[in-house]
């Protein structure tokens, strides 16, 4: 079987079919689901080389997995993939070229998301959910979080300072949340007790707390509690 990474090549052993190689494994059009018996490609030659092209590399298959699991920053995916954001920045767009990411705004940043609708037509059943999170499987996934972490921490463990970034103020209330056991609950004056730990504006890291969801409080002042 002829193998040329980034080109159509012609696969002499299946008379004479187009297929294409995406790191490293070799697809035919018609495993593709782009050419079956007399029927025409769907997809102009263009479309294909650049939906190709922008899956021939190993990060942008990584990044490619990771927003198939959840929409992320370019800042998250440079601390994920360890890369810097320009780079992300440059990934991002060939995936963009080939309608398979999209952005939104969301406060300081843009977040990107997978296409999963455009990656399933063009690609059918061969990239699958599955297969394509299991592409990012290596990545460790806390890594963001332990940047910032990092960033914000003093040596004792308390906060630098809350940060005002959205992003960054999740990733903090992550690892505050876990100072809470699961299952049990809390007067307003233990919550304080704990929190006053990392920062000593405990209201607002007990507000932001419940407000992205980590914890619940019982209406009219009552116990709180992890969710």
């Known amino acids: 079987m002829a193998r040329v990474t980034g080109e159509f090549i012609k696969h002499e052993g299946h008379k004479g079919l187009e297929g294409y190689e995406v790191g490293g494994h070799w697809f035919s059009l018609c495993e593709l689901g782009v050419l079956s018996g007399k029927k025409t490609m769907t997809n102009s030659s263009e479309e294909l080389v650049t939906f190709f092209k922008a899956l021939a590399d190993t990060n942008r298959l990584k990044i490619v997995g990771l927003l198939a699991e959840k929409p992320y920053s370019v800042e998250e995916l440079a601390a994920l993939l360890k890369l810097k ?44 959910q599955e297969e394509l999170s299991s592409v990012a ?3 460790d996934a ?3 979080d332990n940047k910032v972490i990092k960033d914000y921490s003093k040596r004792d463990g308390s906060l630098k300072t809350i940060p005002s970034q959205r992003k960054k103020l999740e990733a903090i209330l992550r690892y505050i949340v876990k100072a809470f056991d699961i299952g049990k609950r809390y ?13 000593a504006d405990t209201a607002t890291l007990r507000r932001e707390l419940v407000g992205f969801g980590l914890m619940q409080r019982e209406g009219g002042g009552g116990e709180y509690w992890r969710v």
């Open 187 to 199: 007067s307003e004056k233990q919550v304080n007790e704990i929190l006053a730990r990392y920062h």
């Open 85 to 128: 954001p320009s780079t992300i920045s440059h990934h991002l767009s060939r995936l963009a070229e080939a309608e398979l990411v999209t952005a939104r705004a969301e406060s300081y940043y843009s977040v990107y998301q997978l296409d999963q609708s455009v990656l399933e037509a063009k690609a059918r059943s061969i990239f699958t």
């Open 137 to 139: 499987a290596e990545v």
């Open 142 to 144: 806390d890594a963001y």
